[in-house]
């Protein structure tokens, strides 16, 4: 997720740029030991650096309307609060509680 994001904050819009990278990988996984001392923080910064957009204006969030809202804001918040595992739980049981009240769209 967070090296797609990446590469589209780059710039990158074909899948030539995917090709590059994911051979860039290969080559460069022997050399990867280097990277195991690397503290956690830098890594966690370079994946908040490619989401931290969608976290402050969540257009998707915003745009929902109806269940899809009450689904999409539980879900995001109880992600938040507790853990992606649980957050996802929560998600489901909002759908289970409100697929009976959606409107048919005939």
Known sequence: MSRS????MAGTT????CMVT???WIYMMPYMTIM?????AAL???IM???V???VYPKDLLAMKGTDFIVGWGTGIGTAVTSPTIGFGIGLILV???SPMKVKKD
């Open 49 to 51: 650096s490619a989401v």
């Open 5 to 8: 994001l990446v590469s589209r």
């Open 44 to 46: 966690s910064a370079v």
């Open 36 to 40: 195991s001392p690397t503290p956690q």
């Open 14 to 17: 074909s899948q030539m740029s």
């Open 53 to 55: 957009k969608s976290v």
């Open 96 to 98: 289970a509680i409100t």
């Open 22 to 24: 994911a051979l860039l």
